[in-house]
């Protein structure tokens, strides 16, 4: 049982003596990883505060959980207002799952549910705020030398990382549907044109908490890659233009013509506050979109072959026809997809 599992965890990296105040409950998001809030009775105290532990599903690449606890860390300790880490346990894991502690930040997403009437009564605020809001972060972020983390990651640090897991085929004599996109994109990689930066990879409007109109968090780390920061711009500008969310493919279209809008106000301010290159964007726009389309092919694999697939079905899913047209527009290749499940 998770709670039990979790302050065995805690005891033998705080105290015997720990016990919850709030067991965990599970928070709402969680499109990869599984989040619960808690809250602990009297510990020290930086824990005096509720908590989160950061379950990663079983097919989350080897060392991920390090990557991204180290990620957080490293930002946090810089200034951006990323979750610090409280305790990790590498090795160990709960409900077979590795994870992390960290701390729950205030504020709200920015972008704060998915559903038509939510981001109807959302939309003058985040047409407002949004664009700005996400620029600044980024911008504080790409400030940053990163080198660091590569020095302690090498390549899982960096764009190579991605290669090793994406489109791997079920076995050896069955090629992935997704694999003349990948021969295609490691083909045609950019030289950097701008120095490298740590970059969030997933900065849209629900990672993004906000309290009174300044921002107080960036959340969920996964896709955090050390690029230039054409990647960053890319990875945000394609996933408001698409508009994953599940709603009537009508409604959708206007979500997707609001989310063009918000990625050109949001590209406008970045451009005017930064002289990074950015003529390489259209080619991370096409890795994202095969990133994500990954794992929508994972997805449709395992239940179709009548297994269990540990996380969420991908918000990616329900417009996987769009990003195959989205992807050979940028590339002049023409995925085909396993069908629908």
Same mark, same amino acid.
């Given at each position: ?29 969680? @499109? ?26 079983? +097919?989350?690449?080897? =060392? ?53 009437? !939510? ?11 949004? #664009?700005?809001? /996400?620029?600044?972060? +980024?911008? $504080?972020?790409?400030?940053?030398? #990163? ?28 090629? +992935?549907? %997704? ?40 959340? &969920? ?9 054409? %990647? ?7 996933? %408001? ?48 979109? %095969? ?9 449709? /694999?395992?239940?179709? !072959? ?13 417009? $996987? &026809? =769009?990003?195959?047209?989205? @992807? ?14």
């Amino acid at each position: 049982m998770l709670a039990d599992e979790l302050l065995a965890r805690l005891r033998a990296g705080i105290s015997d003596e720990v016990e919850y105040a709030e067991p965990p409950v599970q928070l709402g998001g969680g @499109f990869f990883t599984a989040n619960y809030r808690f809250a602990l009775k009297e510990g020290p105290a930086r824990w005096n505060r509720p908590m989160v532990v950061r379950l990663f599903p079983k +097919h989350a690449p080897d =060392q991920l959980d390090a990557w991204e606890a180290a990620v957080q860390t490293f930002a946090h300790d810089r200034g951006i207002p990323a979750p610090a880490v409280a305790l990790r346990e590498p090795g160990s894991t709960i409900e077979g799952r590795r994870w992390f502690v960290m701390e729950l930040l205030s504020g709200s997403p920015a972008m704060e549910g998915l559903s038509a009437r !939510q981001l109807v009564g959302g939309l003058r605020r985040m047409v407002r705020d949004m #664009p700005r809001q /996400t620029a600044e972060v +980024h911008l $504080a972020l790409h400030r940053l030398d #990163p080198t660091p983390l590569v020095d302690a990651f090498g390549e899982l640090a960096t764009v190579e990382r991605f290669w090793a897991h994406i489109a791997t085929p079920a076995d050896d004599d069955r090629s +992935h549907p %997704l694999g003349p996109g990948v021969e295609w994109l490691r083909r045609k990689v950019p030289e950097p044109r701008s120095p490298l930066a740590l970059c969030h990879g997933d900065s849209w409007g629900g990672n993004l908490l906000v309290d009174d109109g300044e921002v107080t968090g960036l959340i &969920d780390w996964t896709v955090a890659t050390v690029a230039e920061p054409a %990647l960053d711009v890319a990875f945000l500008t394609m996933a %408001l233009s698409l508009a994953p969310v599940p709603i009537p493919r009508s409604i959708q279209r206007v979500a997707q013509r609001v989310g063009r809008r918000l990625a050109t106000a949001y590209r406008s301010v970045y451009e005017s506050r930064s002289d990074a290159d950015l003529s390489s964007v259209a080619y991370y726009e096409a890795l994202r979109c %095969l990133l994500e389309l990954d794992g929508v092919v994972g997805y449709r /694999t395992t239940v179709a !072959q009548g297994l269990t697939y540990d996380s969420p079905r991908p918000t990616w899913d329900g417009i $996987a &026809d =769009q990003m195959v047209i989205y @992807f050979e527009q940028r590339t002049g290749v023409r995925l085909v997809l396993p069908p629908p499940v």
